[in-house]
């Protein structure tokens, strides 16, 4: 039985605090994120590069300062080992139409490189 997409996302927080250096990448950032996976949303909350919070279901109205949304199928394509041209990037995902981002472009942009590498998290195999 593989695990489900909701359950490799749900892995980004262990997995992100793990790892030191980018934990130094993303000292910088604070903020709220709404992501998407499928039709499943989730508060994701970076503290100084921290995840802070991830919590299924986020409440209504509950404000965010980036929302990313995408298919089932884009987080899967994503998440491969390794990605196929044209579904292994945030911004190519964008430009299929697989996904949207929306919400503080300065601040996506100011830490674009940290938000792609902690979304890319559940590529990796899980450790055991």
């Known amino acids: 039985m593989t695990e489900s997409l ?9 997995r992100a605090d793990a790892d030191a250096r980018l934990v130094h990448r993303g000292r910088h950032l604070t ?11 989730y508060l994701l909350r970076i ?7 991830l919590q299924a279901h ?13 298919t089932q199928e ?31 472009s300065h601040l996506l942009f100011a830490h674009l490189q940290y938000l792609k590498d902690v979304l890319a998290l559940p590529r990796q195999a899980p450790a055991h």
């Open 6 to 14: 909701q359950q490799r996302f749900e892995s980004i927080a262990q």
């Open 31 to 41: 903020a709220d994120l709404k992501v998407v996976v499928g039709d499943a949303p």
């Open 47 to 53: 503290r100084a590069g921290r995840v802070d919070g």
């Open 58 to 70: 986020m409440p209504l109205f509950a404000p965010a300062d980036l929302v990313i949304r995408a």
């Open 74 to 104: 884009a987080w899967a394509a994503l998440w491969e080992p390794t990605p196929r041209p044209g579904w292994h990037d945030l911004f190519a995902l964008t430009k299929r139409g697989a996904m949207t981002i929306e919400g503080d």
